[in-house]
């Protein structure tokens, strides 16, 4: 009889342990993938929309100013000086501020 006794709750048991496991893998999606997944997107959605005159600043806490835009790379003019223009990856871009400035012609 106790052997009986101890199946039927071994069985209980594991349905419980699963029902566990599933809240907790639940709860770790809404907790850390799903937030990351926006934070990806947002971040995807603000390199595709870099435009040149954007102020950026980028992975490495430089202020700059996109003076070219290319597929995947951009060059970036840093300070006063015409001089400090260093093309880098997309990716290397942490915030964007729209220009405000027009753009000449030539």
Partial sequence: MLILASGAGGT???LI????????????????IRPQKKQEKKQ??????IEIGDSVLTTSGFYGM????????VIVEF???K?????????????????NF????N
Avoid: H
């Fill in 66 to 73: 996109i003076i070219d835009v290319a597929e995947d790379t």
């Fill in 102 to 105: 027009a753009q000449s012609g």
């Fill in 12 to 14: 209980s048991g594991i």
């Fill in 79 to 81: 300070g006063g000086n």
């Fill in 44 to 49: 995807q959605e603000l390199l595709s929309n």
């Fill in 17 to 32: 342990i699963v029902v566990y496991m599933v809240i907790i893998i639940g709860f770790m999606y809404f907790i850390a």
């Fill in 83 to 99: 001089n400090c223009r260093i093309p880098m990856q997309k990716t290397a871009i942490v915030d964007v501020e729209k220009g």
